[in-house]
């Protein structure tokens, strides 16, 4: 079996609970499964600015395929005081807002979402930014609404409830 993981921040360098739990279960599947694990990423290793720390292109970690995509922007300045915002009432926030949110939050990473298409992506997976990638992929290729998705966190997130708006 062939999958395909999409995560904003992938390895073993990368520190978080769900990261760690991502780059885990590709390995599991790679090594107890023999399964062909590829997981598409940014070249981010922060998660505050995203910005473009490893170098884009394809590696290996652990028999696990990793191609590493440069992201066209990182977090907006902009983005504290409306998450800020948004998140004292989720449920307050308009789709349009929750778009610009999740536009000013990054990484936005156009190339990245042309090559999960090329793959037929069929999961992505990670933590609490693994959704809001996923959802941002959604937005730039609506085709992205038919793949499955499978999200990973430690705990609650509230801003998962703005992206909901985007996603369904």
């Known amino acids: 079996m062939r999958i395909a993981f999409v995560v904003p921040r992938y ?3 990368i520190i978080g609970g769900a990261e760690t739990a ?3 279960l590709a390995e599991h599947l790679v090594s107890v499964k023999g399964w062909q694990v590829d997981v598409l990423t940014t ?3 922060d998660f505050v600015t995203w910005d473009d720390v490893y170098p884009p292109g394809e590696e290996w970690i652990a028999g696990v395929r990793v191609v590493r995509i440069p992201s066209a922007s990182g977090r907006e300045p902009s983005f504290h005081p409306l998450s800020a915002a948004l998140l004292a009432d989720p449920g307050a926030a308009s789709s349009e807002e929750a778009g610009r949110w999740l536009d000013l939050q990054g990484p936005v990473s156009p190339d990245l979402a042309e090559a999960a298409m090329r793959m037929e992506l069929h999961a992505v997976i990670g933590d609490d930014a693994g ?5 941002m992929l959604q937005r730039m290729q609506p085709e992205c609404r038919q793949r499955s998705g499978l999200g990973m966190t430690e705990h609650a997130e509230y801003a998962a409830f ?3 708006m985007i996603v369904v």
């Open 22 to 24: 991502a780059r885990l």
């Open 11 to 13: 390895g073993p360098d």
């Open 131 to 135: 959704r809001f990638l996923a959802a």
């Open 43 to 45: 070249c981010a290793e």
């Open 162 to 164: 703005v992206v909901e």
